[in-house]
């Protein structure tokens, strides 16, 4: 019987021994190029492809197995792991191999712009990723991949478990290159002191040369293994025609080799061999060092879809991986599983530990009916989930989504330290051929080391890793006080805020409305107006909405139902018009308005009325926040300015301004008042917008810097520059002052790197700076600076 291939479909040749091992089993494939793509497949950790492919791949042709690798992630059903469409394009999340400073970076982002259909590519050098975005019509991800690739750098969608593995990797290489020059640096050392110093007594010149070529055996090595990273990045910066960090210094390191390779040959002049060695060790443990801090500020966010179970059991108590769940599926989640999706429970009540998203530690009592999201930790009780989005449209994807394009948001003092650095580079290799050419002619025994340690010394990575190491633990921290970032520039504004201005319902308050008495004016009675009220409410998604959710009947009394943001909602039955909302919106098409206004008690917030007649009107209570007078007190007495600002206009709203004490209160504002006041406020001053509710939203886009409450709509958040996951108003106040302290360290930084580079440059000009002290200065000004950072990561709830 003739098997098909596991790849293609195509019938298996008689004899044909190609197979590779999927899914558990041996798998025949019918020539050496589908064995090839097959076993590519597996190694990428793409296996799932073959469980959820819909039709056999094409026939497999025999080319590069990298290019190869590369194709695969034009597959459908691969890029639904890692690829999130857009309205026009589609974005991901890469991680990047042989990245080490701005200038990479630079080179890039400079290089794939170029190629047609990037919508817009970011890179991060501190978590070594970037984010990426194209238009699949114009050009296909595998070659951008390719480009990249050509570059010199690797690139692969980001996962977390990868990155992690990648990075064993590439710190094992460091080690076994950091080991080997420090060996040869013990040894090249004391053949050294023997040179220099002929503690052995006078040395003739057969041995003298004899312990030369030692030294020259030892430090081979070293230059041609130890320092090979450094040659790699120089050469894809000169490639590229840009100058990174790491040219002056293979600069420095290959002519130090080759003048000391002359020397031992011709039997005359100095060698350095012991400075080439130290060279490179300080070097690597200096880039070590950094890289180790780097991945510690990186890690945050990156842990947090580790949190997200690899497993998860459906109904009928089969296991799945829980990346393949699609919306609609149904899982059970036990008591201390973490949920592997997100989605709203059917049935079963349990608390939830939400601390990895909110920050809260006490868990949260969810029921039917309520949502829950992939990553935290169910309780105490059985669920059974219906999951409503896809893993790459997650709440834990999202924020991780959101972090990294905050992160690789530059502010506009990134941007000038980045373009520094480059020129810096270049005015590096002209003073050090200037500093060579004096020397050569007043001391040419000490003009190479001399040039090699302004080479060295004046190295500007500290300036390059100043912002970013920065912003990305500052990022970081935020993200475990439980507030999310969806725009870069918000560190920067949030340390220039001067006016606040915030809603009232559901934010000044906590919007756990309740109806507290009715009044009725018409021939209606309580039952009747509440049921009217509460079916129109129904299509409302306010706070006040929920007040009456209790009073619903089960069948439909209206034909339509219209929401008008800002001033209620109103509904057909038959030929009457019911509205319910502010009473100059219910009185609208009532001549004596006027009169009934005045008439009117400013205690009931909410109106009902049927063709401009009043029905009813409720009174509302909704307690104001713990934490809502302090954060107006801290503010203010910073000397902002805080403004409520409200479509509330009922005694209600001056109630709540009078016990917060705010600066002003504006009440009875729509949306469009709302912005209107936001834009009439002097041009010197930075408004903080906090909100909840889809009236908000206009206003949460137009601010300079806006913060949607987690427990708001949509809406409210995807206008919003922050969206407070917890809902605690005290956590904008550590944001700010974490914002504060971010300026203050970046501000530390790049004046520790440029006064670093400014002192050291005259000194390493001078000759007062030996070779091995300009390496140790120049690595410790760029630990000291990433050092500097991770303070920030400290700064959290």
């Known amino acids: 019987m003739t098997k098909d291939c596991y790849h293609c479909g195509d019938p298996v040749p008689q004899g044909c021994q190609h197979h590779v091992e999927i899914l558990g089993k041996i798998r025949e494939m019918c020539c050496p190029g589908c064995e090839a793509v097959a076993q590519t497949i597996v190694e990428s950790g793409l296996t799932s492809y073959y469980e959820y492919r819909t039709a056999p791949a094409e026939k497999a042709d025999l ?41 990479c970076a630079w080179l890039i982002e400079k290089q794939l712009m170029r190629e047609d259909g990037v919508v817009s590519i970011r890179v991060n050098t501190t978590t070594h990723r970037a984010l990426l975005s194209w238009d699949p019509e114009k050009t296909k991800l595998s070659h951008l991949l390719g480009v990249i690739h050509k570059l010199g750098y690797k690139a692969a969608p980001f996962e977390a478990d990868a990155q992690e593995q990648q990075y064993h990797r590439t710190m094992k290489g460091y080690l076994y290159r950091l080991g080997i020059a420090g060996i040869a640096t013990m040894q090249v050392m004391m053949l050294a002191i023997a040179l220099y110093f002929e503690i052995f007594g006078d040395l003739d010149a057969e041995f003298k040369n004899y312990l030369r070529w030692v030294s020259l055996i030892f430090a081979t090595p070293v230059l041609l293994y130890s320092a090979l990273p450094f040659y790699l990045n120089a050469w894809r910066n000169l490639r590229a025609r840009t100058l990174g960090m790491d040219v002056p210094v293979s600069i420095a390191l290959l002519f ?61 108590g089969s296991q799945v991986a829980a990346k393949t769940l699609k919306v609609g599926d149904v899982v059970t989640v036990l008591p201390g599983e973490s949920l592997p999706a997100d989605g709203e429970i059917l049935s079963g009540q349990t608390a939830v530990d939400e601390s ?34 896809d893993r790459q449209n997650s709440l834990i994807s999202n924020i991780v989504r ?38 050569y002619q ?73 109806l507290v008495e009715t009044r009725t004016y018409a021939n209606y009675d309580e039952q009747q107006a509440l049921a009217y009220a509460a079916e129109l409410e129904r299509f409302a998604n306010h706070p006040i909405a929920r007040a009456f959710s209790s009073y619903r009947n089960e069948e439909r009394l209206f034909d339509s139902v219209e929401n008008v943001i800002g001033s209620g ?104 008042g ?61 944001a700010r002052k974490l914002a504060l302290k971010t300026r203050r360290i970046i501000a530390e930084n790049l004046a520790w790197s440029l006064g670093y580079n400014l002192i050291i440059l005259p000194l390493a000009v001078a000759g007062f700076v030996a070779p091995y002290i300009a390496v140790v200065g120049m690595s410790g000004s760029s630990i000291i600076v990433v050092s500097n950072s991770l303070r920030l990561l400290k700064e959290h709830g």
């Open 442 to 514: 007043h001391r040419p025994e000490d003009a190479l080391w001399i040039t090699l340690a302004v080479l060295v010394a004046t190295c500007p990575c500290a300036l390059s890793l100043a912002t970013p190491t920065a912003l990305t633990c500052s990022t970081s921290s935020l993200g475990r006080l439980g507030i999310l970032l969806r725009r870069g520039h918000v560190l920067e504004t949030l340390c220039n805020v001067n006016q606040l201005v915030i809603d009232k319902t559901g934010t000044l308050t906590e919007g756990n409305i309740r």
């Open 674 to 734: 709302k912005l209107e006041y936001l834009r009439g406020l002097d041009k010197d001053r930075v408004a903080l917008m906090i909100g909840d509710g889809v009236n908000d939203a206009p206003v949460l886009a137009g601010a300079h810097l806006s913060v949607a409450m987690g427990g708001g709509t949509d809406v409210a958040k995807s206008s919003a520059d922050m969206v407070l996951l917890g809902d605690q108003l005290s956590r904008i106040l550590r």
């Open 569 to 672: 909602l109103k509904g057909q039955i038959n030929n009457d018009e019911w509205r319910i909302g502010k009473t100059e919106f219910v009185l609208e098409t009532n001549t004596n308005a006027s009169e009934i206004l005045d008439s009117c008690d400013n205690q009931y917030q909410v109106w009902l009325g049927c063709n401009g007649a009043l029905v009813a009107s409720f009174k509302l209570d909704d307690p104001i926040r713990e934490d809502s007078k302090e954060l107006i007190e801290q503010f203010q007495a910073e000397g902002i300015s805080v403004t409520m600002l409200t479509g509330d206009h009922s005694a209600s709203a001056q109630t709540v301004a009078e016990k917060l004490a705010v600066d002003d209160l504006i009440a009875g504002a729509s949306p469009e």
């Open 356 to 389: 990895m998203l909110t920050g809260e530690s006490m868990p949260v009592v969810r029921a039917t009916g309520d949502n829950v999201f992939a990553g935290t930790i169910n309780g105490e009780g059985n669920i059974t989930v219906k999951v409503t989005s």
């Open 63 to 103: 080319v590069p197995q990298q290019l190869q690798s590369l194709l695969l992630y034009d597959h459908d059903e691969i890029q639904q792991e890692f690829v999130r469409e857009t309205e026009n394009s589609k974005e991901a999340s890469l991680s990047l191999d042989g990245v080490s400073c701005a200038a």
């Open 256 to 316: 130090a080799y080759v003048a000391s390779l002359y020397a031992t040959v011709m039997e005359k002049g100095e060698v350095f061999f012991e400075s080439i060695s130290m060279f490179t060790f300080f070097l690597l443990l200096g880039r070590f060092l950094e890289m180790r801090a780097r991945r510690h500020a990186a890690a945050a966010s990156a842990n947090l879809l580790k949190l997200v179970p690899t497993m998860a059991t459906l109904e009928d």
């Open 402 to 439: 959101l972090q990294d394009e905050a992160q690789v948001s530059k502010p506009k003092v990134a941007e000038i330290a980045d373009i520094v650095a480059r020129y810096f580079v270049a005015a590096i290799l002209v003073i050090s051929a200037c500093t060579w050419t004096f020397w």
